[in-house]
């Protein structure tokens, strides 16, 4: 991203440019400078079809902007000063509220459905859909990974495959794009989707896998589930730019 104030190429998922430490994209309407994409309006091949038909099936969806990457600790720091109330994540310094050093551009983690969700009301965003997530995942051709079918260990994204066992920045695996030009959609950390899980409704959707699972979880058509108040070392989230329709 580059900054607009003093043209430094900055990493994907910071709030404030590293060189003259202005904010790159926060507004009013977007106060924690979140990049978006559009995905436009139209049928898209998904997963819903498996169970009863045992095929990818046409679904559709509005247009609408997601989240270029997850949302990130430097992002996620713009809510918790605003909200001095509000605990920050089990790996942040409880006494400072602040993440660890070094961390800035790496997904939040250690975050509830529930805490998503208020991140989400206090900056005019919301989660996605589960068909708006599978979408901006995986495009409209079917595929296995958002970048296409082929996979080669610690190349494309952060599985356990990896060997990291941690958290990386958000925009570490340029190889591992989406057609529509989202990273980190497939490892690092899974996602909260505001859907409940169809097998259990007192769980939410999770997708996209993290570093914490295999590459499997980490395909474009499986689902997780997750109980709203539960914060593992492997969720975080990513928003959609939040708009009222008539």
């Known amino acids: ?5 003093c043209n430094t190429q900055n990493q994907g998922g910071m709030v404030r440019c590293r060189e003259c430490e202005k904010p790159m994209i926060a507004s009013d309407d977007n106060p ?28 559709t969806t509005r247009a609408y902007q997601i989240g270029k990457y997850p949302v990130t600790n430097a992002q996620y720091k713009v809510f918790i000063d605003e909200n001095p109330s509000h605990p920050v994540p089990n790996y942040w310094n409880a006494d400072t509220r602040a993440y ?4 800035d551009n ?10 998503a969700q208020n991140f989400c009301k206090w900056g005019g965003y919301r989660l996605p859909t589960d068909a708006e997530w599978e979408k901006a995942d995986r495009g409209t051709d079917g595929r296995t990974f958002p970048w296409g079918e082929d996979w080669c260990d610690g190349v494309y994204a952060n ?23 989202l990273l980190d959609m497939c490892g690092n950390i899974s996602e909260w989707c505001n859907e409940r899980d169809r097998m259990n409704i007192t769980m939410k959707v999770v997708r996209g896998g993290s570093y914490t699972l295999s590459r ?7 689902k997780g589930g ?21």
């Open 1 to 5: 991203m580059i900054c607009p104030h």
């Open 32 to 59: 924690a400078g979140i990049e978006f994409i559009s995905i436009p309006s139209g049928e898209f091949l998904s997963c819903w079809g498996r169970e009863l038909f045992g095929k990818d099936m046409p679904s």
């Open 100 to 103: 660890p050093a070094g961390k």
């Open 106 to 115: 790496h997904p939040v983690c250690y975050v509830s459905f529930n805490d």
């Open 159 to 181: 599985t356990e495959e990896a060997g990291i066992a941690d958290t990386t920045p958000v925009d570490k695996y340029p190889k591992g794009v989406s057609p529509y030009g």
């Open 216 to 222: 499997y979880p980490a395909e474009c058509v499986y």
């Open 226 to 246: 997750d109980k709203p108040e539960w914060a593992w070392s492997g969720n975080g989230f990513r928003c959609i730019k939040y708009y009222k329709f008539n």
